[in-house]
């Protein structure tokens, strides 16, 4: 038995490799609930691609004391004046925290406190956020390329995207003159 063994799992040209990484792409079509401008949705082409996520489940999901890994790849892109963007979500055990950390291109962490107060970080590469429990959170691409960006989570977390798809986040996350700005919904 060797003492010296390779990982589970690489990152090699932008990209997840191994054999237990879970990939799931979130479509137009697939993301119909958090854009405002209906009438401009409708007319999008349903298959255009929104994001993707590339995920690492080392141990049982809700294990105890157990950590999940995962990059998001946001496309640039807009519905509207509406930046494209990820379905956002507290979690399941609302106590539980989560580190993002920027790869490439820019963005805004949108985050929302159980009180509806919303806030956005700025993102950009080598960009780290914490986001603390009991927090709402999404991500949108404010720019030009793919935004990515690496996440850390426990495995008991789970993910509650039921209360953001019926009530949203209380300020959308808007181009205007030119620059991103948080206004209310």
Not at 53 to 79: A, H, Q, R, W
Request: proline share 4%; net charge negative; hydrophobic share 35%.
């Amino acid at each position: 038995m060797s003492l010296i063994a390779e990982p589970d799992i690489t990152f090699i040209n932008d990209e997840l490799k191994g054999q237990k990484i879970d990939r799931i792409n979130r479509k137009i079509k697939d993301v119909q609930d958090i854009f405002f401008d209906k009438k401009t949705l409708a007319a999008m082409d349903p298959e255009i691609m929104v994001y993707e996520v590339e995920s690492y489940f080392p141990v049982e999901n809700n294990t105890e004391g157990g950590l999940f890994y995962g990059i998001t790849y946001i496309y640039p892109g807009k519905v509207g004046n509406e930046y494209f963007m990820t379905k956002g979500h507290f979690h399941a055990i609302r106590n539980r925290g989560e580190f993002y950390c920027t790869i490439h291109g820019e963005g805004m962490l949108l985050l929302m406190d159980e009180d509806n107060n919303t806030w956005g970080e700025r993102m950009y590469p080598g960009s780290i956020h914490y986001i603390k429990g009991n927090t709402a959170h999404r991500t949108v691409n404010t720019g030009s390329t793919v935004l990515s960006f690496s996440a850390f989570w426990p495995s008991d977390a789970g993910h509650d995207y039921t209360t953001i798809s019926k009530h949203g986040f209380s300020k959308i996350l808007v181009e205007k003159d030119g620059q991103p700005q948080l206004v209310d919904r």
